[in-house]
């Protein structure tokens, strides 16, 4: 059984970076896409990008956050990263990431998530 | 962007009732090639990650009890749950995969 398991700071001063990693277990990181979406305070579910490895590296991003939004993979480590710029209170939220395949780009597995407060 | 809209906002049911919730997309979600509607729906509970329920608007993910149907094309689509039970108040999203950025619609909570 595949699981995915967040982590990083909960508490982010604005204007900082926010980085999160995703740890993949049970199951290879390539061949499929690994993305990331949150959701503010039970409030609606916003997709911010995806990345996929095989020989190669494909990232798609939200254009709402693509100037400021950069994803990565680490496929020794079974892990793929996220880091967002330039934070503001508007980016308070739970972060999950969550698997898609290839040929359904719905996501089957999900991590628990992980709550991040921009706050001074 | 691909607009997601569901009604109603939340509803209030009984056991063993019917329930049927609305999504409706700003354009079309049906593939001309394979004729398939990009459509998905998931369940989320409090303190959870989304639940995957449904795919391609009428496919039921593996393990989802046969309670759970999704119907619909092109546009506009509806989850129903027959006899619902109390492990089903939840709140459930719509999903558009047909298209970059991946979209929701704002969640229907089904309470009793």
């Known amino acids: 059984q595949v699981q995915l398991q967040e982590s990083g700071p909960g508490l982010v001063k604005p204007s900082e970076t926010l980085s999160l990693t995703c740890t993949v277990s049970?199951?290879?990181?390539?061949?499929?896409?690994w993305n990331w979406v949150r959701q503010p305070a039970e409030k609606e579910l916003e997709w911010l990008g995806r990345i996929y490895t095989n020989r190669k590296v494909v990232t798609h991003y939200n254009p709402s956050l693509e100037s400021r939004l950069t994803m990565s993979v680490d496929t020794s480590m079974n892990q793929v990263s996220l880091k967002l710029y330039s934070l503001s209170a508007a980016d308070t939220a739970v972060y999950y990431c969550a698997r898609s395949r290839d040929d359904v780009n719905v996501f089957d597995f999900w991590g628990q998530g992980t709550r991040v407060t921009v706050s001074s | 962007d691909i607009v997601m809209t569901q009604s109603p906002d939340s509803l209030a049911v009984s056991l063993g009732e019917t329930v049927t919730i609305n999504c409706k997309s700003s354009q079309t979600l049906l593939y001309a090639s394979n004729n398939k509607n990009y459509l998905a729906w998931y369940q989320q509970k409090p303190g959870q990650p989304p639940n995957l329920i449904i795919y391609?608007?009428?496919t039921r993910e593996f393990g989802v009890p046969d309670r759970f149907s999704g119907s619909g094309s092109v546009t506009d689509f509806t989850l129903t749950i027959n006899n619902l039970q109390a492990e089903d108040v939840a709140v459930y999203y719509c999903?558009?995969?047909?298209?970059?950025?991946?979209?929701f619609g704002p969640g229907t909570g089904v309470h009793l």
């Open positions: 999903h558009q995969y047909y298209l970059t950025p991946f979209t």
């Open positions: 391609w608007a009428s």
């Open positions: 049970g199951g290879s990181i390539s061949n499929y896409y």
